[in-house]
């Protein structure tokens, strides 16, 4: 293929798989495409003579070289370095399109793949050998800046260390500071849930870096994983109420929609522009003053939709200017599931507008089969120990919320679904994030006692719950 041509076809919004670009003379043939951002980047699997490949292809006019230049720089430097990673096949460029390819390795699977799957003692020695390579870079003088599970790759238990472009190279070991930094951006990919066991992972690192272990670094790398943690939550929502690769978003003057890419098609785009029409045939689970909520259909499937009521013309005046609750209600469901804390998934955002000023809104999640945690406790035909676990895994998800500094605002037993042995936290518009520590744990201790109040009539319900929440909560005891 003339070289031109092939330039134009790498960087159409579209491009067509096979296609073969020869440098070196030899061929890379790219077969599967890996990720695309257009006018950018292509990543793609393919063949580079007769060995199995990973190809990065930069075809920004302007700015592909830079790329490309970087990608190359840092893997040579992890190469020369001692850190293990992809071996680097071949460079070229052609026509302004700029190629690096790598040697595929396989079997492999990335970190994040090995965590979706993993058992609670798996997930402990993979995170301990993650922050074993963290600690090799460092000792190396490098820093990955793109700390994420994705970004590894275990094959034959050995880790590999991908995104070269992300690699910082420095001249010495990296220093403390930027060493706690780093590794702290590692722990923020993981939910708080794991924070306790993964802390002492912390332990390996300083092994292999030489290091005393201290309090202060205990207390500087827990501090600095909520500041990395807080810098992720401020970058994904920036893309929860408008038009991104996750959200579809549409805007008029009088009505304003987001919907989760996944579940957008032709059905749920009718309900979404006639959201009344979701409660012409639903189920009703509450009909209130404030808010009705109903099991619906859309195009077969089951959804909840809570509709949250406007009252009269006091209340329409007094929430006009504010974000609708159902707007809370989405921004609170994406965080629990961007922590991996279990709640229905959020599908859609309804609001009916007069310009800025807001009026009716709807909220619109996943049907989620569970009974209600005041149910589930007052059945005799439950074994002591299903509800020991059950107890357990709801004071986890309290604590889990404690070290996001949340509080729920209405924490009823009602508000936990039990399914098998899951539970999920629903009713999400009073839930509120406070800037400091105090004030979420006297919120929080509002929350707690709220719900020890719905087990004052079963004293074994409510031991369970003492006895949970104080290991959860690292206290001696729980009032009731």
Same mark, same amino acid.
């Given at each position: ?34 990720? #695309? ?22 075809? *920004? ?5 830079? #790329? ?9 430097? %992890?190469?020369?370095?001692? &850190? ?5 096949? =071949? @460079? =070229?460029?052609?026509?302004? &399109? ?7 390795? %396989? ?8 965590? +979706?799957?993993?058992?609670? !003692? ?20 490098? $820093? ?10 275990? !094959? ?63 207390? /500087?790398?827990?501090?600095?994983? /909520? ?12 893309? @929860?109420?408008?038009?991104? !690769?996750?959200? @579809? ?5 009088? #009505? ?9 098609? *032709? ?22 003053? +404030? ?12 959804? @909840? ?22 707007? +809370? ?13 279990? +709640? ?49 895994? &709801? ?15 209405? %924490? ?6 039990? !399914? ?5 936290? &629903?009713? $999400? /518009?009073?839930? #509120? ?18 719900? %020890? ?28």
């Amino acid at each position: 293929m003339h070289a031109r041509r092939l330039s134009y076809e790498l960087r159409d919004p579209a491009p067509r798989l096979p296609v073969e670009i020869p440098f070196d003379g030899a061929v890379l043939r790219c077969t599967t495409m890996l990720r #695309h951002l257009p006018g950018k980047r292509l990543v793609c699997l393919g063949v580079y003579g007769d060995r199995q490949t990973v190809a990065k292809i930069y075809v *920004d006019s302007k700015r592909a070289h830079v #790329h490309a230049e970087r990608e190359v720089r840092g893997a040579r430097a %992890m190469i020369e370095r001692g &850190i293990r990673t992809a071996p680097l096949l =071949a @460079v =070229a460029s052609i026509e302004g &399109i700029h190629v690096v390819a790598y040697e595929r390795v %396989m079997p492999a699977q990335t970190a994040a793949e090995l965590w +979706t799957s993993a058992t609670p !003692s798996e997930r402990v020695r993979l995170f301990r050998r993650l922050v074993q390579t963290v600690a090799q870079h460092h000792n190396a003088g490098l $820093l990955q800046e793109d700390l994420h599970l994705g970004n590894f790759l275990i !094959s034959e238990d050995r880790v590999y260390t991908l995104d070269a472009a992300a690699v910082v190279i420095e001249q010495a070991p990296v220093e403390r500071r930027k060493a706690l930094e780093n590794l702290a951006l590692l722990y923020a990919q993981v939910p708080p849930a794991h924070d306790a066991s993964n802390l002492a992972a912390f332990e390996d690192y300083a092994r292999v870096r030489n290091w005393p272990i201290s309090n202060k670094d205990l207390a /500087d790398l827990r501090g600095t994983i /909520d500041r990395q943690r807080e810098r992720r939550e401020r970058l994904f929502f920036r893309k @929860v109420f408008r038009e991104s !690769s996750a959200f @579809v978003c549409r805007k008029r003057l009088e #009505h304003y929609y987001v919907c989760d890419r996944r579940d957008y098609n *032709d059905a749920m785009r009718r309900a979404l522009e006639h959201p009344e029409s979701l409660f012409e045939d639903a189920r009703f689970l509450k009909r209130g003053n +404030t808010a009705t909520v109903a099991v619906a259909q859309v195009g077969g499937r089951e959804v @909840v939709v809570k509709r949250y009521n406007i009252k009269g013309p006091l209340h329409a005046l007094n929430r006009a200017f504010r974000p609708t609750r159902a707007a +809370t209600s989405w921004r609170n469901a994406q965080r629990l599931r961007f922590y991996d804390i279990a +709640t229905p998934r959020p599908i859609a955002l309804v609001e009916k507008r007069f310009g800025p000023l807001r009026r009716t809104a709807y909220f619109i999640t996943e049907f989620h089969p569970g009974e209600a945690a005041s149910e589930f406790f007052s059945r005799n035909d439950v074994p002591q120990e299903q509800k020991r676990r059950i107890a357990e895994r &709801i004071a986890a998800l309290i604590g889990s919320l404690r070290t996001l500094r949340l509080s729920h605002g209405d %924490m009823k037993a009602t508000n936990f679904l039990v !399914s098998g042995e899951d539970v999920a936290l &629903i009713d $999400l /518009d009073a839930m #509120h994030k406070h800037r400091s520590t105090s004030r979420a744990a006297c919120a929080l201790a509002r929350d707690v006692r709220r719900f %020890m109040q719905n087990w004052s009539n079963d004293p074994d319900v409510a031991g369970l719950f003492r006895t949970s929440l104080a290991r959860h909560l690292e206290l001696p005891d729980h009032p009731t």
